[in-house]
């Protein structure tokens, strides 16, 4: 995209539900951002997310010079015991058109969907060494969650993934 092709487009975005066609933008946009090409992941999760249904979203901005950010969220009930809840889990703006409104745009029209699906309360999560989404989230309105993530390794499974 070209600077002036991403200010036309941008002028003239619009978020709607995303389409197999969006996969190599998907896919490029991903890739920009982790340093990772991952086009079979992202066709699983168009299959899984991208309904008419405001319990699994998967929605794109969109403009005449393509996809400009994306986002995915899910509605879960009762997990770990808590009430019916909107989780955001991706959230991706290209590089060159961020701090225009399109992820906050993304954002609501995701919220906007749990809304109807009859849910109060959105969460995330991110990493913690990650300013940028972080600064993003908080200007959104979102704050700390009361909720520990916890992790640990498996060691077989650990030491055969360094072999391979
Ligand atoms: C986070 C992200 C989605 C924001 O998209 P965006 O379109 O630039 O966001 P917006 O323009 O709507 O910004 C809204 C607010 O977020 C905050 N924000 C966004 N970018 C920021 C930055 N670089 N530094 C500080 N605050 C920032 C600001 O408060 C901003 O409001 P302001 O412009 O009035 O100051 C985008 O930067 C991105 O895709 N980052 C990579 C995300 C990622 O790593 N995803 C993979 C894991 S899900």
Do not use: N
Request: proline residues 5%; charged residues 25%.
């Amino acid at each position: 995209m070209t600077k002036s092709s991403e200010s036309t487009a941008d002028s003239a975005l619009l978020i709607r539900k995303a389409a197999p066609r969006d996969l190599p933008q998907i896919v490029a946009i991903d890739a920009l951002v982790t340093g990772i090409e991952k086009r079979e992941y992202w066709r699983e999760m168009l299959r899984r997310f991208a309904r008419r249904d405001s319990r699994r979203q998967f929605l794109v901005a969109a403009g005449s010079a393509g996809v400009a950010g994306f986002a995915i969220g899910e509605v879960r009930d009762w997990e770990f015991g808590a009430p019916p809840c909107g989780w955001v889990f991706a959230i991706d703006v290209h590089p060159q058109l961020r701090l225009h409104g399109v992820g906050t745009r993304l954002l609501q029209a995701i919220c906007d969907g749990f809304a109807r699906a009859g849910v109060t309360r959105v969460r995330t999560l991110l990493d913690r060494d990650d300013p940028l989404v972080l600064s993003f989230f908080r200007s959104q309105g979102m704050m700390a969650a009361p909720l520990i993530p916890l992790e640990m390794e498996l060691p077989a499974a650990a030491a055969e993934a360094r072999r391979r």
